[in-house]
């Protein structure tokens, strides 16, 4: 049985349990132990999904289908601008921003105009969103009472009201702890961040009830609906209606920055900046779970209840309580009850910081002259205001949802909130990414897209309600047709949604667009511009200096930052910034361009940048900076940052050189270690046949008595060894010359055949000696081929004598074959010795290597024949390589290239 | 009984030169004109002391040496590295593989006698 006052007890108990974590929180804020993690600030994120969410999505489901997840899919397609979110942070960590008020004020030269404007504006939009949210916290406790028949009032106040004054009274304590609005409400964001893990799991256990208790699971019950036309239409994406997802999904793509509460929680409740990047999947994976079982739980209701006209609104809760699962019941209540609280707090948390440094405090410094002079403390004062104004906006929402009951225009709020803060939009992302958007086009701007929103959303909302005649609605405004409030201009046949964006944005980019070229910024307003568009490169400490002219007393900006933040507080932070200017005290810091910056955005973070400067400027005699001069400064710190850029390319100029030198020197580094390497192979070359030169030649001048025959072969020894000496050298002096490029050729046009000719009848009698045959099959007229016949001869005699060196004696047989094409002549030296494996087919033309037995064959051979030869050949732009297997033989092959005939004087000498 | 020298060279000159020096001291002579060759003749021969030239095909002289060092019951055998790559690091490879001399080509006839003396303790 639920009684009212288990109701209220168990409402009591949660909310208890919120100020414990909100507390927890604050205590190890406080200890310097923040528990805001990253996945902490992600679900606080989910402030987004408010009761509109938990009881709302149902409802929306039963008449629009798949149509409310747009209002999750904005959200996440937003997130995914990682790169604007960051830039939004990182301003309003620079600026001290407390709201999203003060943002695009101190964008547009700390305007306390714009201030006041986006302040109004948002008060205006959210204060029905925040008695929605009343309203559903009132019907979610009616649909208990009226299951268990029971009713709960103490001392004649009914239960909303006095839900309300809890809520006023957690967001007075943990909302306004402190003056400085940019410090963190770590205790609010740890309680909002528990309330988001409170609500998913007691959606998804409705859901998981209604799904797998109440029916077969999905399919079933996708079925069972199915089986009804009617439902069946709901699981239909209804593509008349693209327009209408579209303008949703861009709205609430724009709400989930600009609502004030959203701004509060990414901007600048934010810790730190990497927390976003989990927030950015988290969030998106937190609204897919809670959107779940919404379409299951509306076809769930729909089935369930066909025909006794339960509200939609209410499934979550009275479908268990339909099969008397009242514990389960009481978990949705909570669930609904952490979606509201949540919102409504953060949201007049927001407000409030709002309404005081915005509207309040600007009225208060100008109506009353003496204000400023006075000498009292006012951090008090500005405490007091806030928590007033937190009473006041709960007390007019409050009294909103008393007023307006079932009117229409409490069901449509959400999304009229939606479409009120879009307006800023403009403003903000043109603030961020456009310099020359200034205070009067984002004034315009801002008025025109109000001035649209409260005429073709807002009043017509008013007017369905019945609070005021609908004539502008039905016939337009003095009965113009084309004024019709939601078919301005004629353009009829959108949704109101849809038609309102539309509208509201043409006027509001338009008129901030055309106004904004057409007028001038003032000096704070081109600084301004500069400091929030190039936040990622502003040189602060350096041009923040220059930007800045005057005179001031450092008693009277001190006294200033002691009562508007007290003495206490005042005192930390000059000690703090006195130690970052490594100075004792502040005393002993001179009043100047710097002190003054760090007095006024001290200021900033207490009562807004807006006020903030009006403070500053009067005690400071400021001397005003002219738009030229401004624009000079700026310019300057541009142009020295193109200096510095350009130093940094020259720097990777540099780097890439030293790159290409040190790969250089690595090369240089490898060819010296190679030319090493053939200096010690040449030496050891060189020094094998002086081994034997030396040694014979010292045993035959001290033995005298040597026998004669001993004598004679070992001076035969020493003449061979002396020829091979002087062969070597020769090869190797002409390898080194032809290697530097330092050879000298003489080309003519050459007759191969009898080039080949000669240096066989050369070598006959060398293979006549050995008994090897050498045959010829050489055509008598070839084309003649461009080149140096001494170095052919060269290359022919080489093959020959290694063929007659290699072939056995008695049996060896040579075959020398000479053919002509068109574009080049082709010798082959065929032997038929031992043949060569594969791999010594490519060693051979390597220096110093040598092919079969060198045992036998040592003294001849010097390992450098082959490597000119090809070197040879090759500089005449031919080939030579060897075609051979073992057993069989080799077959050398070089070619040489007839030249064209136009090339007949081509080269000459080289 | 005189000391027995194996000469191991691919250089057919070079061996002669060895031999005939080598022979005219006194001491018995074998010869071989690889590494495989020379491990075979160090088994059958069984010498007192090795000259050994470094550069030869099949097995370097490194690699004989080092197998020779590894097997105990040759461990008496002495080794002259001999060779025409005279570089530091070379001399230092040879030591530190076992050989008990390096001798760098083109050598004095007298010298490498005179060492090969000393070693076998004929003085």
Redesign the interface.
Same mark, same amino acid.
């Given at each position: 049985m639920l009684s009212g006052w288990f109701i209220a007890l168990l409402a009591t108990a949660y909310l208890g349990l919120l100020f414990a974590v909100a507390r927890f929180g604050d205590a190890r804020a406080d200890a310097g132990k923040s528990i805001i993690s990253a996945n902490v600030y992600a679900l606080s994120v989910a402030v987004y999904c408010t009761s509109w969410t938990f009881y709302g999505s149902v409802g929306r489901a039963t008449s629009g289908g798949l149509s409310f997840l747009t209002i999750y899919i904005g959200p996440t397609l937003m997130l995914l601008c990682v790169g604007v979110i960051i830039k939004m942070i990182r301003i309003s960590k620079a600026q001290r921003i407390t709201s999203i008020a003060d943002f695009i004020a101190s964008r547009y030269g700390k305007s306390q105009l714009l201030a006041g404007m986006v302040t109004v504006i948002a008060v205006i939009g959210v204060v029905p969103y925040i008695a929605l949210q009343l309203k559903a916290m009132a019907a979610s406790v009616d649909v208990l009472l009226e299951h268990s028949g029971g009713s709960f009032q103490v001392l004649g106040l009914d239960s909303t009201f006095l839900i309300a004054v809890v809520l006023a009274l957690f967001s007075i304590l943990f909302g306004t702890r402190h003056l400085d609005a940019t410090e963190r409400h770590e205790g609010m964001v740890a309680a909002v961040a528990f309330e988001s893990v409170v609500k998913i799991v007691a959606f998804m256990a409705v859901g998981i009830f209604v799904t797998y208790g109440m029916f077969g699971g999905l399919s079933d019950l996708f079925q069972k609906a199915a089986a009804s036309a009617d439902f069946g239409r709901l699981l239909q994406l209804d593509s008349s209606r693209a327009g209408t997802w579209t303008s949703l999904i861009i709205l609430s793509g724009l709400a989930i920055i600009f609502l004030p509460r959203q701004f509060q929680i990414i901007v600048v409740e934010n810790v730190d900046e990497s927390h976003l990047k989990r927030a950015v999947w988290l969030f998106p994976l937190y609204l897919l779970l809670i959107n779940i079982f919404v379409l299951p739980l509306a076809l769930g209701g729909l089935l369930h209840f066909d025909g006794q006209g339960v509200n939609p609104d209410t499934f979550v809760l009275t479908l268990p309580l339909a099969r008397g699962a009242e514990s389960l019941a009481l978990l949705a209540f909570i669930g609904g009850l952490s979606a509201a609280t949540g919102m409504v707090i953060v949201e007049t948390i927001a407000l409030s910081t709002m309404v005081c440094n915005d509207l309040v405090m600007p009225i208060l410094l100008r109506s009353t002259g003496n204000f400023v002079d006075k000498r009292n403390d006012l951090s008090g004062l500005l405490i007091g205001i806030r928590r007033a104004a937190i009473a006041l906006i709960l007390l007019l929402g409050y009294i909103y949802f008393r007023a307006a009951g079932e009117a229409y225009a409490l069901v449509g709020i959400g999304l009229i909130s939606f479409a009120a803060v879009a307006q800023f939009a403009p403003a903000m992302f043109g603030g961020m990414y456009w310099k020359q958007g200034t205070r009067a086009g984002a004034v315009a701007g801002l008025l025109a897209g109000f001035m649209v929103w409260l005429y073709t959303l807002l009043l017509p909302s008013f007017a369905k309600s019945g609070w005021m005649p609908s004539g502008f609605v039905e016939n337009g405004l003095f009965g113009i047709a084309w004024l019709k409030a939601q078919a301005l201009f004629g353009l009829a046949g959108l949704d109101e949604i849809s038609h309102c964006l539309w509208w509201s944005m043409l006027a509001n980019i338009g008129a901030y667009v055309a106004v904004s070229l057409n007028s001038k910024p003032d000096a704070v307003e081109a600084s301004q511009a500069e400091r929030f568009v190039d936040v990622f490169r502003f040189d602060s400490r350096n041009t923040e200096a220059r930007l800045w002219r005057g005179k001031a007393s450092p008693d009277a900006l001190v006294q200033l930052l002691e009562r508007f933040l007290g003495a206490a507080r005042a005192g930390q932070q000059l000690a703090a910034y006195a130690t970052s200017r490594r100075a004792e005290h502040w005393r002993n810091l001179p009043a100047d361009a710097d002190f003054v910056r760090f007095a006024e955005s001290e200021l900033a973070g207490a009562i807004g940048s807006a006020s903030a400067r009006v403070m500053v400027a009067s005690v400071a005699q400021e001397e005003d900076l002219g738009l030229e001069e401004v624009l000079d400064i700026l310019d300057e710190a541009t142009q020295v940052r193109a200096h510095s850029r350009e130093l940094e390319a020259k720097q990777r100029e540099l780097e890439a050189a030293t790159t290409e030198l040190r790969e250089a020197n690595e090369r240089l580094r490898e060819l010296d270690r190679m030319k090493d390497d053939f200096i010690s192979t040449v030496t050891h070359e060189l020094r094998t046949p002086l081994t034997s030169i030396r040694a014979l030649s010292e045993m035959l001048h001290e033995d005298p008595r040597l026998d004669l025959a001993d004598r004679s072969r070992f001076l035969g020894i020493i003449v061979t060894e002396a020829e091979r000496l002087t062969r070597l050298i020769n090869q190797i002096l002409d390898m080194a010359k032809m290697e530097s490029g330092r050879a000298e050729w003489t080309t003519s046009e050459v007759d191969m055949g009898e080039v080949a000719r000669e240096s066989m009848a050369s070598l006959e009698q060398l293979f006549r000696e050995k008994g090897v045959v050498l045959e010829g099959d050489i055509p008598s007229s070839l084309p003649s081929v461009l080149a140096d016949r001494d170095r052919l001869t060269q290359v022919m005699i080489n093959l020959l004598s290694n063929a007659v060196k290699f072939v056995p004696g008695g049996t060896g047989r040579v075959l020398v074959r000479v053919s002509g094409a068109a574009d080049l002549v082709r010798v082959e030296v065929h032997d038929n010795g031992p043949g060569l494996t594969a791999e010594e087919c490519i060693v051979i033309f390597e220096k110093f290597r040598q092919g079969g037995n060198t045992m036998t064959d040592k003294p001849q051979g010097t390992g450098l024949g082959l490597p000119i030869s090809r070197q040879i050949v090759e500089y005449f732009g031919g080939n030579l390589w060897v075609e051979s297997e073992p057993g069989a033989g080799a077959n050398f092959i070089f070619t040489v290239p007839v030249p064209a005939p136009d090339d007949n004087n081509g080269r000459q000498t080289a | 009984m005189s000391k027995k020298i194996l000469i191991v060279d @691919?250089?057919?000159? $070079?061996v $002669?030169?060895?031999e005939?020096?080598m022979k +005219?001291e006194g001491f018995a002579v074998a010869v071989a004109? @690889?590494g495989e060759e020379a491990l075979a003749k160090v088994a059958s021969f069984a010498p007192d002391l090795i000259l050994l030239d470094v550069?030869m095909?099949k097995k370097s002289g490194f690699e004989v040496c080092e197998a020779l060092r590894a097997d105990p019951s040759k461990a008496g055998v002495l080794i002259v590295m001999l060779t025409? +790559?005279?570089?530091d690091t070379e001399v230092a490879k040879g030591l530190a593989l076992g050989a008990d001399a390096y001798v *760098? +080509?083109?050598?004095? *006839? +007298?010298d490498l006698v005179a060492r090969v003396k000393t070693m076998l303790g004929i003085v």
């Open positions: - | @691919d250089e057919p000159n $070079i $002669i030169s060895l005939f020096l +005219k004109c @690889d550069m095909p025409a +790559k005279g570089r *760098t +080509k083109p050598f004095s *006839t +007298k």
